[in-house]
């Protein structure tokens, strides 16, 4: 199976702050990465789709890049309806879809 | 507009089994797969498995193999997901979500939730 692990865990930020979350795979994915967005007690949110392709309706201050292992997540201003964890998920090798631990944005 | 509503909260004993529902609507539910995701309290989301809609093929997580079965009704577009053998470390919010193929694949759609307490 391939493992995915995220880092940091969690972050402390301020609204305005750019923010950047990153992704890795055990093995080469490609570009086979989706992020998603979880609020408390919400199910998750699709943002980012094939790496860097951006969710309809989603807000332009999300981006998403790279390919292979290594990911990154950017928020390039944080507001304050942004405040949630993070996960990355790999659909290369499926079954099983791997999903990353998260990382929690929350306020400064 | 693409929706999928799943049934309400279950308390169940330890050894019961609980099923889910997925009610979806808004799309061709035979184009799509559906995935059931679990998030125990404070912990990552975890796969459980996923169901082609079209002829039924199902995939399972090894971790749930044995104890989890995934059915869909297409007279009523839904997808059902049945745990047996109940422990109460698999109290959990469970989710459906469908699946966008694509270029590459992401869980595009998802329902709200359903809580399932396993407690004696």
């Known amino acids: 199976d391939i493992q995915m692990t995220q880092s940091p865990s969690s972050l402390s930020a301020s609204v305005g702050d750019r923010v950047t979350i990153t992704c890795r795979a055990s093995?080469?994915?490609?570009?086979?990465l989706n992020w998603y967005q979880q609020k408390p007690g919400k199910a998750p949110k699709l943002l980012i789709y094939?790496?860097?392709s951006l969710q309809s309706g989603v807000p332009s201050r999300f981006s998403g890049s790279g390919s292979g292992t290594d990911f990154t997540l950017t928020i390039s201003s944080l507001q304050p309806e942004d405040f949630a964890t993070y996960y990355c998920?790999?659909?290369?090798?499926?079954?099983?879809?791997?999903f990353g631990p998260g990382t929690k944005v929350d306020i400064k | 507009q693409v929706q999928l509503v799943q049934s309400g909260a279950e308390v169940k004993k330890p050894g019961a089994s609980v099923k889910v529902s997925c009610k979806t609507s808004?799309?061709?539910?035979?184009?799509?797969?559906v995935h059931w995701v679990r998030q125990a309290p404070g912990q990552r989301l975890e796969w459980m498995g996923w169901?082609?809609?079209?002829?039924?093929?199902?995939k399972y997580s090894q971790k749930f193999q044995g104890r989890v079965t995934i059915t869909r009704d297409t007279s009523a577009n839904t997808a059902h997901m049945e745990l047996s053998s109940l422990r109460s470390e698999d109290t959990a919010f469970y989710y459906c979500?469908?699946?966008?193929?694509?270029?590459?694949?992401?869980?595009?759609?998802w329902g709200q939730g359903t809580l399932v307490t396993v407690s004696s």
């Open positions: 169901i082609n809609t079209g002829n039924a093929n199902t």
């Open positions: 808004g799309y061709t539910f035979t184009s799509f797969a």
């Open positions: 979500a469908r699946y966008r193929l694509g270029a590459t694949g992401s869980l595009d759609y």
């Open positions: 093995q080469s994915i490609s570009n086979y």
């Open positions: 094939a790496a860097s």
């Open positions: 998920q790999q659909s290369y090798s499926i079954p099983p879809v791997t």
